[in-house]
């Protein structure tokens, strides 16, 4: 059975569990007692089981690491955390995947040994065929309180927003501010808990905020990676370079992360949200999916306002609607 295959098989008993010989079959046009074989020799291994039989069985991919630990957070270092916890479930991945989880575990535990103030640090990891997936927790005061806090916001939401734009620590003596930043970036799904907020950004480029009903104490981050990614740090890192240059001079920005629930961005002050600290970087780029349109104010404040204060930040908007690039493009007229 070949590695494509495998993943293959993978693929589909994670998306449905049920009928799985028979689509098996009818993706690679062999027979239902072919398919079935190649899932027998999968449980065999240890890496698929099943429930339920004949038309009712149901497969699902094993759990092949499942491990929990309570930490006491004072005299922390997160490289044992890394040795102790991560590294030997990751010993088997090729040195780019356990790259990647070296720097966000180390970098994730680290925020939450610095920052947190929590007497406890929790750390798990999960593993099957496909993906690994690691949580940091802590019971501190919360990641989005601490960031409304120390930048005196008006509202817990904002902290998102000022996180989706990187560069952004409430210890500058100690910290540059780029770990939850690339964190995300290099992960397939990056998730972020706090009292009644849950930020999730994934690989395809979503960034959804949800509210919860319960107010959960402390922070949670929960990270997913693809065992086979492809995914370097190098390539990640320059992604978000000046040309020549190894600074973090560029940044992606989720503008729909801005307009809170039942608002339009129609306001100076909501541009002027937008666009704080913007001048930290080089390039800033504008993502609009989500936003159905913007106000004349908004697209002044952000495109005529903020660039003649700081000419040398660049603005690029993409993903806009025909009505946000007729009011970006009004904004734009008046700097002629």
């Not at 799985?20 to 009818?26: D, E, K, Q, S």
């Not at 270092?77 to 030997?88: C, F, G, K, L, S």
């Not at 801005?258 to 002027?272: D, M, P, T, Y």
């Amino acid at each position: 059975m070949t590695d494509d295959l495998r993943h293959s098989i993978f693929e589909l008993i994670a998306q449905d569990g049920g009928n799985v010989a028979v689509r098996l079959a009818a993706r690679h046009g062999v027979s239902r007692q072919s398919a079935s074989a190649w899932l027998a020799k999968l449980k065999r291994e240890g890496v698929v089981t099943s429930t339920g039989v004949g038309r009712g069985v149901r497969y699902r991919l094993a759990v092949l690491a499942d491990v929990r630990q309570v930490y006491e957070r004072a005299g922390l270092n997160e490289d044992r955390v890394w040795r102790e916890q991560v590294a030997p479930h990751l010993a088997d991945l090729s040195p780019n995947v356990r790259d990647v989880w070296h720097y966000a575990v180390t970098e994730m535990v680290n925020n939450a040994i610095d920052h947190s103030g929590s007497e406890k640090v929790k750390v798990g990891l999960v593993r099957d065929a496909l993906n690994t997936s690691v949580y940091i927790a802590d019971e501190g005061e919360g990641i989005f309180l601490k960031i409304q806090r120390a930048l005196n916001l008006y509202d817990p939401r904002e902290a998102i927003l000022e996180l989706a734009k990187g560069k952004l620590t409430t210890d500058p003596v100690n910290h540059t501010g780029e770990g939850i930043f690339f964190s995300s970036k290099v992960m397939d799904a990056f998730d972020i808990r706090s009292g009644k907020l849950h930020f999730v950004h994934d690989d395809w480029g979503t960034d959804v905020l949800l509210e919860r009903g319960a107010d959960a104490p402390g922070t949670v981050v929960l990270m997913r990676l693809a065992n086979d990614s492809k995914r370097t740090l190098q390539d990640v890192f320059f992604q978000f370079a000046a040309p020549e240059e190894y600074t973090f001079s560029k940044t992606i920005v989720p503008v729909k992360l801005a307009q809170h629930e039942g608002e339009k961005l129609v306001s100076r002050s909501q541009a002027k949200r937008l666009t704080m600290r913007f001048e930290r970087f080089q390039t800033v780029v504008l993502d609009f999916a989500g936003v159905e349109e913007i106000g004349q104010a908004f697209a002044d404040e952000v495109f005529r306002v903020f660039h003649q204060a700081h000419p040398g930040t660049t603005l690029l908007p993409i993903n806009q609607t025909a009505e946000v690039s007729n009011m970006v493009r009004r904004a734009l007229a008046y700097l002629k």
